[in-house]
Nanobody, 123 residues
Framework: VQLQASGGGLVQAGGSLRLSCTNSKRTISNNGVGWFRQAPKKERELVAAISWNGYNAYYADSAKGRFTISRDNAKSTVYLQMNSLKSEDTAVYSC?????????????????WGQGTQVTVSS
């Protein structure tokens, strides 16, 4: 299973981007999904995660109040709306589908990964 992440780009500080995560060959509608990011010389970190039905979500402290994770199961797509972007949000963002249907903050619970999309925030 290969997920596709898209929507990254170059944006000025304070701007917004919406990332999309989808898989055209296999539905992820029954899986919890997480958005991760990895900046140069830093470890990968979980930014946000959502349960299969969208009822539960997790946000890293750095994302709270600025990012919103959502999903459209009819389209088998999970979104990450990022507002008020900062230079420290610059990273490669990847999505991953979990083994289960619930929200998980453990990277080991995610076994289907996408290739990542670059987000660059200029100050």
């Amino acid at each position: 299973v290969q997920l596709q992440a898209s929507g990254g780009g170059l944006v000025q500080a304070g701007g917004s981007l919406r990332l999309s995560c989808t898989n055209s060959k296999r539905t992820i509608s029954n899986n919890g999904v997480g958005w991760f990011r990895q900046a140069p010389k830093k470890e990968r970190e979980l930014v946000a995660a959502i349960s299969w039905n969208g009822y539960n979500a997790y946000y890293a402290d750095s994302a709270k109040g600025r990012f919103t994770i959502s999903r459209d199961n009819a389209k088998s797509t999970v979104y990450l709306q990022m507002n008020s972007l900062k230079s420290e949000d610059t990273a490669v963002y990847s999505c991953a589908a979990g083994r289960g249907s619930l929200v998980s903050t453990k990277e080991s619970d995610y076994n289907y990964w996408g290739q990542g999309t670059q987000v660059t925030v200029s100050s």
